[in-house]
């Protein structure tokens, strides 16, 4: 049998974080992001180890997600947005794009970037998801973080 990890690990303290979210649909974005950095905090990082970043849209997230992975001052990052379908085909092209720009910068830095970009059909759907509590995407998006930059960083000390 491998060697591998089988314990969670959502002890935050030590590791630095970005979270890089959206303006748009701000009064769910602002929520995504205050639950992820209460789960950051929680888990102990300190406020001063994470750094928060607006962007005016979801499409601008991997731009600056793709700088902010190049710098190689964060183990993890968190990009947050709320992309909500309307009568047209833009919201797909939005998540659709923006998925695999975050995915390829990922895997081309080796510095996870956990996506909450939240595409829904309705406002509603939007909102179950972005409101404040544990079971929020913000929440979850920054157990990922911690989680796999702590995988990461296991990987990088066992070579």
């Given amino acids: 049998m491998g060697k591998g990890i089988e314990k969670i690990n959502l002890d935050a303290s030590g590791l630095k974080f970005a979270i890089v979210v959206s303006r748009f649909n ?3 974005t602002s929520q995504l992001a205050g639950d992820a950095f209460q789960c950051l905090e929680k888990n102990g990082a300190k406020v001063s180890n ?3 970043f ?4 979801a499409y601008e997230i991997p731009v ?19 992309v909500v379908e309307g009568e047209t085909q833009h919201a797909q092209m939005i ?11 990922s895997c081309k830095t080796g510095i996870p970037v956990i996506n909450e970009i939240v595409g829904v059909r309705t ?3 939007a909102v179950a998801r972005c409101s404040s509590s544990q079971q929020s ?3 979850y998006a920054a157990e990922a973080a911690i989680e796999t930059a702590n995988l990461m960083k296991m990987i990088k000390e066992s070579k």
């Avoid at 607006?54 to 849209?57: C, I, W």
């Avoid at 600056?64 to 709320?82: E, H, K, P, T």
């Avoid at 998540?95 to 910068?105: A, K, M, P």
């Fill in 50 to 52: 994470i750094g928060k």
């Fill in 64 to 82: 600056v997600a793709s700088q902010l992975a190049a710098s190689g001052n964060y183990d993890a990052l968190i990009v947050l947005g709320v």
């Fill in 95 to 105: 998540i659709d794009t923006t998925g695999q720009s975050i995915l390829d910068i």
């Fill in 54 to 57: 607006k962007v005016p849209g």
């Fill in 137 to 139: 995407r913000g929440w």
């Fill in 26 to 28: 701000e009064e769910l």
């Fill in 123 to 125: 406002w509603e759907q």
